[in-house]
């Protein structure tokens, strides 16, 4: 595996060769940019996880999508994750239905390559609620249905429990 400056220089170099001026930003995310958001600096981190990023654009077609399709192997060799590719117009749009998601990005991230895309982004706080309550009653409905399925038998429960815990 690549180091990870090695592997975001690659990542952003076919970025750039499939996009061209049409590749506005690529951020790392995840376990890698929250060590360098806590200390200061880097692309470490993340104990041999792969290497997550956002690359937004002005706009995605099929082309662009089979020649990322065609890199992708060589960017999981190099300790990437397939990246989350988006215009940029579709990622802003879609704030409200991914606020968990979106916010975790937004709130640790390391812009590695173009302007800094998320000054003035924010998640609205009725977004994020929504989705705290369908996440929790999800969770409540698929519990239930799970106890039933348990037949209330303890040790199975106990299995249900462990299993729902995470």
């Avoid at 937004?56 to 999508?65: I, K, P, R």
């Avoid at 606020?99 to 975790?104: K, Q, V």
């Avoid at 895309?117 to 969770?139: M, N, Q, W, Y």
Wanted: glycine share 10%; charged share 20%.
């Amino acid at each position: 595996m690549a180091t990870s400056q090695g592997a975001t220089k690659l990542l952003v170099s076919d970025l750039s060769r499939i996009f061209g001026s049409r590749l506005l930003s690529v951020m790392i995310y995840g376990a890698h940019a929250e060590h360098a958001v806590r200390h200061g600096g880097g692309q470490h981190g993340g104990r041999g996880e792969a290497i997550t990023c956002l690359v937004l654009v002005q706009s995605l077609g099929a082309a662009e999508l089979d020649t990322c399709a065609k890199a992708s192997a060589g960017w999981h060799r190099a300790g990437l994750a397939t990246p989350l590719i988006l215009p940029d117009s579709e990622f802003r749009a879609s704030l409200d239905a991914f606020p968990l998601e979106y916010g975790e990005i937004l709130r640790a991230h390391v812009c590695i390559y173009g302007d800094e895309p998320f000054a003035g982004v924010s998640i609205a706080p009725h977004d994020l609620r929504r989705a705290c309550e369908t996440h929790v009653k999800s969770h409540l409905v698929h519990l239930r249905e799970g106890y039933l399925e348990t037949e209330g038998k303890p040790r199975e429960i106990s299995e249900l429990v462990h299993a729902s815990a995470t």
